[in-house]
């Protein structure tokens, strides 16, 4: 016997069906692919963010390796040229030299012993000024604190990631005076500069906090001299002097190169400089609306490099959380879900960071993930029964995409002339 007809509003099947019935993010951005429960997938974070459907305009990237995840990162930055939007991206494997190509540009390849400069301790720059402007064109006392600070913040975050442990007060405190005594000088600083500050501190520094000279300089030691294997170590001829002429931000298409150390144990270190001046740019221009709708999308790739240290990770969240100020959408690429806090204990610190760092990105996509990381994908991503069946089966090219509290299903779809940009098999093909 047939059943009779029931008949119910969309509103009500979109909360019965989700799959089926969901409604799309609207038509204001660039098309991704195909919504695979019907129609277009269109996605732009400053577009949602002006529309209150997110409340960031972040974005983390999951997918194991051959998903497809890289595929997605360079056409998305592609499409988005189209609408304005600039692009800056870290490349630890050197794997966006094509898409720069296509763009014009040339990657900024750094390597140890290189030509290439870049200052980590840039003050931001202004409209107009060279990237080593002086810290006093800082907006006021308050805007040159803020930028001393977050000097602070960043080499106590690249001294812990050396020394694989948490610094003591007094060593954070003989960082602190040392960027203090460099930074006021009214000339921009370098990490030589601040080796130098906290192996001979000035007697003032030391005053400032009840000591003596000898005794600030030995609160510093350990930290100066892993900052100087960045000066002049193995790791030489990359952070220690002043950002390099020529070097323009302002392009359509910013590409660190770090490819030249992507199997040292010091990339993570070499990520955070790199990192750290690209926000220094960030940071001098400015914000609110207008740099929302004209924004700058920053590339993390291979963000587990940055996440596996606690000191870094926190930076990391940190810069994170300036986005909407800035006017960027930040996208990190991982892997797994359980890069994110890898080897965290369950309420430790490390772990609230990766959830912070998750609250701070309400784009989420989602590739295949081995079926031993779905239990914790569905914790850390809030996943659904039915989202978390389902990550262990997409096949390549197809994501899960959670855009604030809604699920997409959605196929990546790549154009016959975007197929250069996302051939990452070069290697691989040449083999057989």
Same mark, same amino acid.
């Given at each position: 016997?047939?059943?009779?007809?029931?008949?119910?509003?969309?509103?009500?099947?979109?909360?019965?069906?989700?799959?089926?019935?969901?409604?799309?993010?609207?038509?204001?951005?660039?098309?991704?692919?195909?919504?695979?429960?019907?129609?277009?997938?269109?996605?732009?974070?400053?577009?949602?963010?002006?529309?209150?459907?997110?409340?960031?305009?972040?974005?983390?990237?999951?997918?194991?390796?051959?998903?497809?995840?890289?595929?997605?990162?360079?056409?998305?930055?592609?499409?988005?040229?189209?609408?304005?939007?600039?692009?800056?991206?870290?490349?630890?494997?050197?794997?966006?030299?094509?898409?720069?190509?296509?763009? *014009?540009? #040339?990657?900024?390849? @750094?390597? $140890? +012993? =290189?030509? /290439?400069?870049?200052?980590? %301790?840039? !003050?931001?720059?202004?409209?107009?000024?060279?990237?080593?402007?002086?810290?006093?064109?800082?907006?006021?006392?308050?805007?040159?604190?803020?930028?001393?600070?977050?000097?602070?913040?960043?080499?106590?975050?690249?001294?812990?990631?050396?020394?694989?442990?948490?610094?003591?007060?007094?060593?954070?405190?003989?960082?602190?005076?040392?960027?203090?005594?460099?930074?006021?000088?009214?000339?921009?600083?370098?990490?030589?500069?601040?080796?130098?500050?906290?192996?001979?501190?000035?007697?003032?520094?030391?005053?400032?906090?009840?000591?003596?000279?000898?005794?600030?300089?030995?609160?510093?030691?350990?930290?100066?001299?892993?900052?100087?294997?960045?000066?002049?170590?193995?790791?030489?001829?990359?952070?220690? *002097?002043? #950002?390099?002429?020529? @070097?323009? $931000? +302002? =392009?359509? /298409?910013?590409?660190?190169? %770090?490819? !030249?150390?992507?199997?040292?144990?010091?990339?993570?270190?070499?990520?955070?400089?790199?990192?750290?001046?690209?926000?220094?740019?960030?940071?001098?221009?400015?914000?609110?609306?207008?740099?929302?709708?004209?924004?700058?999308?920053?590339?993390?790739?291979?963000?587990?490099?940055?996440?596996?240290?606690?000191?870094?990770?926190?930076?990391?969240?940190?810069?994170?959380?300036?986005?909407?100020?800035?006017?960027?959408?930040?996208?990190?690429?991982?892997?797994?879900?359980?890069?994110?806090?890898?080897?965290?204990?369950?309420?430790?610190?490390?772990?609230?960071?990766?959830?912070?760092?998750?609250?701070?990105?309400?784009?989420?996509?989602?590739?295949?993930?081995?079926?031993?990381?779905?239990?914790?994908?569905?914790?850390?991503?809030?996943?659904?029964?039915?989202?978390?069946? /389902?990550?262990?089966?997409?096949?390549?090219?197809?994501?899960?995409?959670?855009?604030?509290?809604?699920?997409?299903?959605?196929?990546?779809?790549?154009?016959?002339?975007?197929?250069?940009?996302?051939?990452?098999?070069?290697?691989?093909?040449?083999?057989?």
């Amino acid at each position: 016997m047939a059943r009779p007809a029931h008949e119910v509003t969309t509103r009500h099947l979109g909360a019965a069906y989700p799959f089926v019935a969901a409604g799309s993010l609207g038509t204001a951005g660039v098309l991704v692919g195909r919504d695979l429960c019907g129609g277009a997938f269109v996605h732009d974070p400053f577009e949602l963010y002006q529309r209150q459907v997110v409340t960031n305009p972040n974005m983390i990237i999951f997918g194991q390796i051959g998903r497809g995840k890289s595929a997605l990162v360079k056409t998305y930055l592609w499409r988005q040229a189209v609408f304005g939007r600039r692009a800056w991206v870290v490349d630890p494997k050197g794997e966006y030299g094509q898409l720069a190509a296509h763009w *014009g540009v #040339t990657p900024v390849a @750094l390597r $140890p +012993g =290189g030509t /290439l400069r870049l200052n980590p %301790l840039d !003050a931001p720059s202004r409209a107009g000024m060279a990237p080593g402007g002086t810290a006093g064109d800082s907006s006021g006392s308050g805007g040159e604190d803020e930028l001393v600070r977050r000097r602070g913040e960043l080499l106590c975050a690249l001294i812990e990631a050396c020394l694989v442990r948490r610094l003591l007060p007094s060593e954070r405190v003989a960082v602190e005076l040392a960027v203090q005594s460099v930074s006021y000088r009214r000339v921009t600083p370098t990490l030589p500069d601040v080796v130098a500050a906290m192996l001979a501190p000035a007697a003032s520094a030391a005053a400032a906090v009840r000591t003596d000279p000898a005794t600030l300089a030995a609160d510093g030691r350990q930290g100066a001299l892993e900052l100087r294997r960045l000066v002049a170590g193995d790791l030489r001829g990359m952070f220690d *002097g002043p #950002t390099s002429p020529g @070097l323009d $931000p +302002g =392009g359509p /298409l910013v590409v660190l190169d %770090l490819s !030249a150390l992507y199997q040292s144990a010091a990339l993570g270190v070499v990520m955070t400089c790199a990192t750290a001046w690209l926000h220094a740019q960030l940071a001098g221009r400015g914000g609110g609306s207008d740099s929302m709708s004209s924004g700058v999308l920053v590339v993390v790739d291979e963000a587990w490099a940055l996440l596996g240290n606690l000191g870094v990770a926190r930076w990391l969240q940190s810069s994170w959380k300036l986005a909407r100020a800035w006017g960027v959408a930040n996208i990190a690429v991982l892997h797994r879900v359980s890069d994110l806090a890898a080897g965290a204990e369950s309420g430790s610190a490390h772990r609230e960071l990766a959830h912070g760092l998750l609250a701070d990105s309400e784009t989420r996509v989602v590739y295949g993930q081995a079926p031993g990381e779905v239990t914790q994908a569905r914790r850390m991503l809030g996943l659904s029964s039915t989202e978390a069946e /389902l990550v262990p089966h997409l096949g390549r090219g197809v994501a899960l995409w959670r855009v604030g509290d809604r699920s997409f299903l959605v196929r990546h779809v790549v154009g016959p002339a975007e197929a250069a940009l996302v051939w990452t098999d070069k290697a691989m093909a040449a083999a057989q």
